[in-house]
């Protein structure tokens, strides 16, 4: 038994884990220097806008979250392989985190602005059906043990990445409260000037280090966690017989 514990992964501090904290934390602080004291403030709407570095992050970082919880599922499911079911769990756990940032920064943005702090605007309903499919998702993981929850769940991971593109879909098409927007528009240009876009994309850099570092740990967790109870099982097994 202590040969097969020492076969088993333990926390690991290597140089690589390392570099990639100490690039997740530079460019963290970069971005939050950038946001609160580089970036001018914008003339019509005020300091509030300085949440849109945030909020929009935010919402790419929860897509790109929720798309590798969709594609790590489908493998999943052809391959079997337990490695991506925990690498779509962790994925949907950061992209719930991220998606609550996402419903969070919204309305603290849209008070000053709409006057409310919420409304049933067809892409905030739709990005709070995306935090509820995704939450059912990990409610469906709470037993783990119980590999048709499991597939059940890597279905809904699957289907409920779909909204994403209604989402995006009522942003750019549908008429509604929420902008048209900004970063990209039609044609290709953008509507943010050099000083905002530089800020925007490093805040959105140190967004998606910040997921992929956690993603990394979270998935190295889940898969330690697994072996350990299947290491558990085999040695109840060895002692009943």
Known sequence: MQQVAKELPTAHKTGWYTLQAAITYIVMTAALWC????????????????????????????????????????IYLWKQTQWWDHVALSAAELGVVFCTLVLIT??????PIWGVWWTWDPTLTLTLVLWLIYVAYLMLRADASDAKRTRFAAVLGIIGFADIFLIRWSVVKWRTLHPKPV?????????LPPSMMLTFCIAMIACLLLFFFLLR??????????????????IENELVR
């Open 35 to 74: 946001v609160f004291i580089y970036v001018p403030t914008e003339k019509a709407q005020g300091i509030v806008q300085r949440i849109f570095y945030f909020h929009v992050s935010s919402a790419i970082t929860m897509t790109v979250a929720f798309f590798i919880v969709c594609l790590a599922s489908i």
């Open 106 to 111: 919204g309305p603290i943005w849209a008070r």
């Open 183 to 191: 970063v990209v528009q039609e044609g290709g240009t953008t509507g």
């Open 217 to 234: 740990e979270r998935a190295s967790l889940a898969q330690r966690r697994h072996e350990l109870e299947t290491l558990r099982d085999e």
